[in-house]
DNA sequence: TTGGTATATCGGGAAATTCCGATATACATT
DNA sequence: AATGTATATCGGAATTTCCCGATATACCAA
């Protein structure tokens, strides 16, 4: 993954408070049936509610992210399920502290 | 400093480019007379020179890292230095390790 | 199989970014 | 004052990003 990728999929206000919601999901979304934050993460649908912007448009946001290694993806059902990846976080981290 | 501002700073491959080049300019550009790459950093020509892309081009690159406060500058006669900014990336760092 | 729900993908208008050449400004030299 | 050099600013064509509605796909339930 290209590290100017990394950096323009952070140039978004609404991409960045997802990364930022996705940090504590129990207290920024309402409890979920059969699923939980930890292991899974939350549904689209939930971080759309959220966010107030479109379905497609927050689709779209959520794929740029996982591109770019911040976030991780489960399919359950019909459900898709997006958690911090904690692993590309830290490796933005170290490139903070190394390229820069 | 909006946190957008400054992603949006970092997300080209020039910019990103400088901001490596800045970090160790003694090894990246000549010596220079009158004026130590620690205390006041890098002339624009020499950075423009090293790019490879024009001189206004530049000119406005440099100033978005200086609005992001990732980069400071000197004037000192007809030259500008600019140099890493230690703080500014330092409160970067922070933000990924706080915020994502 | 039919209909319903969740998410992904497509097509596109509007706005922002990239990078340029031309020009303006600032300072030094003669 | 006039000229030369370094940098900043302006105007703009080409490309990319933002965000939408429409549509496609995937899965579930009856």
């Known amino acids: ?4 990728e990394i950096f323009k999929a952070l140039s978004n206000k609404t991409r ?5 919601w996705l940090k504590e999901p129990e207290l ?8 939980d934050f930890e292991n899974v993460g939350v549904c689209v649908g939930q971080i ?5 912007l479109s379905q497609s448009t927050i689709s779209e946001y959520l794929s ?6 911040l976030i991780s993806s489960t399919r359950i059902g ?3 399920y997006y958690k911090r990846n904690k692993e590309g976080i830290e ?3 170290k490139i903070i502290n190394t390229a820069l």
Chains 1, 2 share one sequence.
């Open 16 to 20: 960045l408070q997802i990364l930022g």
């Open 48 to 52: 759309q509610l959220k966010s107030g």
């Open 64 to 69: 740029i992210l996982q591109r770019a290694d």
């Open 28 to 35: 920024n979304f309402p409890e979920q049936p059969n699923a």
């Open 1 to 4: 993954m290209d590290q100017v």
């Open 78 to 80: 019909q459900w898709t």
């Open 91 to 93: 490796k933005l981290s």
